[in-house]
């Protein structure tokens, strides 16, 4: 009996070690949902692309994202997903993809910003079937951007002019918005300091038919399982 406590013992210990290690890498547990038929994904911090991010930043790693989003696809139990953002953006390619494979699930999907869907967050915000904001959430929308030295000026503004194109084009396949107030949002010029672009705070969002919705968590979880309720009739 000691020996079975023992084992039992260890076995907690290294279930909740394997636990606080998930989430620190993911930031997803393993600990069992309430309803398991929804795949909750949190996308925080700066999306981590080709390049890692610095050690004192908070990323989101894409790798880690593209394997829950085809679990999700393949997995017949899971009903629908949950898409919880709070980005400051990060690399353009990467989110590009996420949004891109978020979209393309044929499964319900519901997106919430919770404080910040700024920059490359702002496809990831409209990649889903519906899409929420909190009130005091808010969404920077400006033009793709660099630093450093940049070789054969020509050629690198074309590729970001394309860049930036592929951005629009799929926030207008899958917002409201319109391609003229987009691109006004985007290049004006009175909003950010040393900067172009518009800071949208909640409802704003909503008034240029970026976001479906303001609304929180319950909100959101309602609409998903709505949204599974109909796909099930």
Do not use: C
Not at 13 to 22: F, G, H, L, M, S
Not at 88 to 99: P, R, T
């Amino acid at each position: 009996m000691i020996n079975k406590n023992k084992e039992n013992k260890e076995n907690n210990t290294q279930e909740q070690k394997d636990n606080i290690d998930n989430i620190k890498e993911i930031g997803v547990s393993n600990v069992p949902e309430a309803k398991n038929n929804i795949q909750f994904i949190s996308i925080i911090g700066e999306i981590e692309g080709h390049s890692i991010a610095p050690n004192d930043k908070k990323a989101t790693k894409y790798e880690h994202i593209i394997p829950l989003l085809i679990a999700a696809q393949q997995d017949p139990k899971i009903e629908g997903i949950f898409i919880i953002l709070n980005t400051v953006g990060g690399d353009v390619e990467a989110g590009l993809a996420l949004s891109e494979l978020i979209n393309s699930v044929d499964k319900p999907k519901v997106s919430l910003v919770l404080g910040g869907g700024h920059s490359i967050g702002v496809p990831l915000a409209t990649s889903t079937d519906y899409s929420f904001i909190v009130p005091t959430a808010t969404m920077t929308i400006h033009p793709i951007r660099t630093t450093g030295l940049v070789i054969g000026v020509p050629q690198t503004f074309r590729y970001f002019q394309k860049m930036q194109q592929r951005i629009i084009n799929f926030v207008l396949r899958t917002s409201n918005i319109t391609d003229e107030i987009l691109n006004e949002l985007m290049y004006s010029t009175d909003e950010i300091a040393n900067d172009v672009g518009t800071i949208l705070v909640g409802e704003e969002a909503v008034k240029y038919n970026l976001i479906d919705e303001v609304g929180g968590f319950s909100q959101a979880l309602k609409k998903l399982e709505e949204l599974i309720e109909g796909k099930n009739k």
